[in-house]
T-cell receptor, first 114, second 109 residues
Framework: DTAVSQTPKYLVTQMGNDKSIKCEQNLGHDTMYWYKQDSKKFLKIMFSYNNKELIINETVPNRFSPKSPDKAHLNLHINSLELGDSAVYFC?????????????FGPGTRLLVL | EDQVTQSPEALRLQEGESSSLNCSYTVSGLRGLFWYRQDPGKGPEFLFTLYSAGEEKEKERLKATLTKKESFLHITAPKPEDSATYLCAVQDSNYQLIWGAGTKLIIKP
């Protein structure tokens, strides 16, 4: 009965490779997010989708491309991975984008680029 | 610029020793202030949402309060299982969450 799930949990890869992270939520929420958490534990929003439509696209290299096939799924594809991409990536969802709505987080994907 | 600052960075307490964590913020058009708990290797877990100055919410040994400039997370008689990183976030007028760096709380038995 996991609310927000991500796969894989761990991802170790070489520089220059292309990889994808998948996210699914079974809460019936309209809005989904991708966050990056660096070694200092800061959570930074990368993307936000509302009903499959891109709403927020922070200053993120265009090597990162989100895809939302339906409102329950938001995948993250990363091209030409770099050392600095190593971090924990969290997917989250909320009922909608209006004020005060709680975001629910997945377990995270730990990406290590060698 | 919208900003969230949490203090202290880390806090070590003995079991049963009450204390408070601070979250100071500057934001245009606060729509909500959120407290989350994050255990090692896991995603943040929602604790509270506060919407306006003067509001308070409680859950077990935790109590969150809000003023116009800051929020406190009071922990009363903590237990070792309360050890975690506590994250604060504010939602601005554009509905974006701005996160603090967190306070790592360690409760020693």
């Amino acid at each position: 009965d996991t609310a927000v799930s991500q796969t894989p949990k761990y991802l170790v890869t070489q520089m220059g490779n292309d990889k994808s992270i998948k996210c699914e939520q079974n809460l019936g929420h309209d809005t989904m997010y991708w966050y990056k958490q660096d070694s200092k534990k800061f959570l930074k929003i990368m993307f936000s989708y509302n009903n499959k439509e891109l709403i927020i696209n922070e200053t993120v290299p265009n090597r990162f491309s989100p895809k939302s096939p339906d409102k329950a799924h938001l995948n993250l594809h990363i091209n030409s991975l770099e050392l600095g991409d190593s971090a924990v990536y969290f997917c989250a969802s909320s009922q909608d984008m209006t004020g005060g709505k709680t975001q629910y987080f997945g377990p995270g994907t730990r990406l290590l680029v060698l | 610029e919208d900003q969230v600052t949490q203090s202290p960075e880390a806090l070590r307490l003995q079991e049963g020793e009450s204390s408070s964590l601070n979250c100071s913020y500057t934001v245009s058009g606060l729509r909500g202030l959120f407290w989350y708990r994050q255990d090692p290797g896991k995603g943040p877990e929602f604790l509270f949402t506060l919407y306006s100055a003067g509001e308070e919410k409680e859950k077990e040994r935790l109590k969150a309060t809000l003023t116009k400039k800051e929020s406190f997370l009071h922990i009363t008689a903590p237990k070792p299982e309360d050890s975690a990183t506590y994250l604060c976030a504010v939602q601005d007028s554009n509905y974006q969450l701005i996160w603090g760096a967190g306070t790592k709380l360690i409760i020693k038995p």
